[in-house]
């Protein structure tokens, strides 16, 4: 199967990004802020976190976010008709609960922070997985859904191209 003619282009994005790598800290010291305040409410909490969980996984408004995604399905990056989702590894709603009740940024959340360009099918695969405490890339091995590391150009999870 041909590449996606704008892999390539991915590739050197991905590695020379900066915007992503400022937005991931201003998201961060958001998350910080709020987490550990008593004068917002959870639910404002739920939704703050929430938003800037989506801008540190590399949805920047005004290009193509899901070009600055770390992770990359072998079908995203290979059927030029698909439709790509940005989508999230690790459930958001648990990482948001998790947030709140620590009230702070932890190590552990932040490696949770990531995301994933798929195809819509795929996503589709990864949202009917009923079991919700199969979470992260676990779900992408359940589906048999190929990940491969834009930054490291290495598979980290073995599935189907």
Known sequence: MPLRKNVENIKEL?????ILKQQQKESLEV???????????EKMKSKILDLMIWNYTGAIKGTNGKC??????????NDEKAELVHEHVYQRKKLISEIIEER??????????S??????DQH???????????DGWDRYKLKR??????ENRTVIVEGEN
């Open 145 to 150: 859904i190929k990940v491969f590391d834009m």
């Open 14 to 18: 991905f590695d020379k990004s900066t």
């Open 31 to 41: 998350m910080e802020f709020v987490a550990s305040s008593n004068n917002i409410s």
């Open 68 to 77: 600055l995604v770390r992770y990359r399905s072998a079908f995203s990056m």
């Open 124 to 134: 589709k695969k990864l949202n009917s997985i009923k079991d919700k405490n199969i």
């Open 104 to 113: 702070k940024i932890s190590k552990e959340n932040i490696s949770k922070m």
């Open 115 to 120: 995301a994933c360009v798929v195809t819509k």
